[in-house]
C-alpha cells in the first residue's frame, strides 16, 4: 500500500497570505489527523477528520482549519499567516474502524512551510 | 488535560550498552501509549504501542499505571538506534488526538 502523501512538500508564503496544504490517506483508512511540529513546541494537535466531519480540535487560533473530501483526502488552510506559522506540517492517517488495533497513525513526510 | 513529559532530550549511549528512554504521563483515564520513532530523513513511524506488548527492533516499553509512566527499553543498543523518539499519548479509541512529548535524541556512540 501506498504511504501518507503530502502536498506540496515545500512552501514559502509572505506574511498575510493565506495557504492550502494537502494531504492524501492511506488508501481504506478513513480518518486524518494534523499536527504541526516545531522547535519550540514540539508536535500539537490541530485537528481531525473522519468522514468528512471535524471530530476533534487542538488549541489554535480560528486562522487555522481544515476539511475532509468523500475520498478521505484532507486539506488544511491557515489564512492571514504570521511568522510563528512557520512549521512543519504533518499529516496522519489511521483506519478508525472500531478495531481496538486500527488506531495506529501513519505519518506522512509532511509540508515544510515558511512564512517570510 | 492530558500531558506527556520526556525528561531527557538528549541521550548518549555507547554501543551494545542497555538504553532507556523515560516517559512519564498525566491523564485522569484509562489511555493508550505510544513509542514514535523519526530517523534522519525519515517520516514518523509507529514503534511500539502498549496494548500490543510486542518487542519492536528490541526494544520493549512497560505501561506503569501507578507511577504513570511508559520507559522505553533496550538491553544492547546497536548504532541504528540512533534517532528521536516520542512518547505519545491517545485518551481512548475514537479520539485520534496524540499527544507527544518533545521528545529525546539518541545517540549510539560506536
Known amino acids: ?116 | 488535560a492530558q500531558r506527556v513529559t520526556q525528561p531527557e532530550k538528549l541521550l548518549s549511549v555507547f554501543k551494545g550498552a542497555p538504553v532507556e528512554l523515560k516517559c512519564n504521563y498525566s491523564y485522569s483515564g484509562s489511555p493508550e501509549l505510544f513509542w514514535y520513532v523519526q530517523y534522519s530523513r525519515q517520516r514518523l513511524q509507529l514503534l511500539l504501542r502498549h496494548i500490543s506488548r510486542e518487542s519492536i527492533k528490541g526494544f520493549t516499553a512497560d505501561l506503569n499505571k501507578g507511577e504513570t509512566s511508559f520507559h522505553l527499553k533496550k538491553p544492547f543498543a546497536q548504532e541504528e538506534d540512533s534517532a528521536m523518539y516520542y512518547c505519545a499519548l491517545q485518551p481512548d479509541f475514537g479520539n485520534e488526538k496524540l499527544t507527544f512529548g518533545t521528545g529525546t535524541r539518541l545517540t549510539i556512540i560506536p
Open chain 1, 1 to 116: 500500500k501506498a504511504g501518507v502523501t503530502q502536498t506540496p512538500r515545500y512552501l514559502i508564503k509572505t506574511r498575510g497570505q493565506q495557504v492550502t496544504l494537502s494531504c492524501s490517506p492511506i488508501s481504506g483508512h478513513r480518518s486524518v489527523s494534523w499536527y504541526q511540529q516545531t522547535p519550540g513546541q514540539g508536535l500539537q494537535f490541530l485537528f481531525e477528520y473522519f468522514s468528512e466531519t471535524q471530530r476533534n480540535k487542538g488549541n489554535f487560533p480560528g486562522r487555522f482549519s481544515g476539511r475532509q473530501f468523500s475520498n478521505s483526502r484532507s486539506e488544511m488552510n491557515v489564512s492571514t499567516l504570521e511568522l510563528g506559522d512557520s512549521a512543519l506540517y504533518l499529516c496522519a492517517s489511521s483506519l478508525a474502524d472500531g478495531t481496538s488495533l486500527s488506531y495506529e497513525q501513519y505519518f506522512g513526510p509532511g509540508t515544510r512551510l515558511t512564512v517570510t
